[in-house]
């Protein structure tokens, strides 16, 4: 049985996913900064790696962060 994944917006990338459970975790954080459930943003693709970012650091989301490298 292969566990639940959530997906990553992100072509140019080799990781597609990440593990549901992971998430999970900041479901409520998703919800407030998307305005729509897991589930819902999963169904649209899911989230690009800044908003990803945000959510599992529990912080707003504002628009684009910068990554350093």
Same mark, same amino acid.
């Given at each position: 049985? =292969?566990?639940?994944?959530?997906? /990553?917006?992100?072509?140019?990338?080799? /990781?597609? =996913?990440?593990?549901?459970?992971?998430?999970?975790?900041?479901?409520?954080?998703?919800?407030?900064?998307?305005?729509?459930?897991?589930?819902?943003?999963?169904?649209?693709?899911?989230?690009?790696?800044?908003?990803? *970012?945000? *959510?599992?650091?529990?912080?707003?989301?504002?628009?684009?962060?910068?990554?350093?490298?």
């Amino acid at each position: 049985m =292969s566990e639940k994944r959530f997906p /990553i917006l992100n072509p140019h990338n080799r /990781i597609k =996913s990440i593990p549901w459970d992971i998430i999970e975790a900041h479901r409520e954080q998703a919800q407030k900064n998307h305005r729509q459930s897991l589930e819902r943003l999963a169904e649209r693709g899911g989230l690009t790696w800044d908003e990803l *970012v945000c *959510v599992l650091a529990d912080r707003p989301w504002f628009g684009t962060i910068k990554i350093e490298k």
